[in-house]
């Protein structure tokens, strides 16, 4: 047993100062780069964000377009049905289906209807 050394002798003859000054290095080299990982991380899940924030953005832009062409051509079939039977009873189906997000106005005011005859 006298042969073995002690901790202090160990840690002194340059074993345990070795592994202690690696472990030491590493985890400073570890601590400084905790940050630039962070921030690698931050900045790829920043850019997948914003590229979902595009394409999301790109089709809401398509659904608009398409809801602006659809209310065009319920407009265009509304008014043709409006000319030929005002009280028709597929307009007041419309109406009723497309409730209060597109209102169809069904009534012409009593001047423009007179108007209107003028013309035609």
Same mark, same amino acid.
């Given at each position: 047993? #006298?042969? =073995?050394? $002690? $901790? @202090?002798q160990w840690l002194l003859g340059g074993g345990g100062l070795f592994g202690l000054g #690696?472990? #030491?290095?590493?985890?400073?080299e570890w601590w400084g780069k905790r940050d630039e990982r962070r921030q690698e991380? =931050? @900045?790829r899940l920043q850019g997948e964000e914003s590229q979902k924030v595009q394409s999301l953005n790109i089709r809401v832009d398509q659904l608009e377009e398409r809801i602006t062409r659809l209310t065009v051509a319920v407009n265009i079939l509304v008014a043709k049905e409006y000319r030929s039977d005002p009280n028709s009873p597929e307009l007041l189906q419309v109406r009723a289906i497309l409730g209060d997000a597109f209102p169809l106005h069904l009534n012409v005011p009593a001047d423009m209807e007179d108007r209107l005859e003028k013309i035609r």
């Open positions: 047993m #006298a042969d =073995e050394p $002690t $901790t @202090a #690696a472990g #030491a290095k590493w985890l400073l991380r =931050e @900045a």
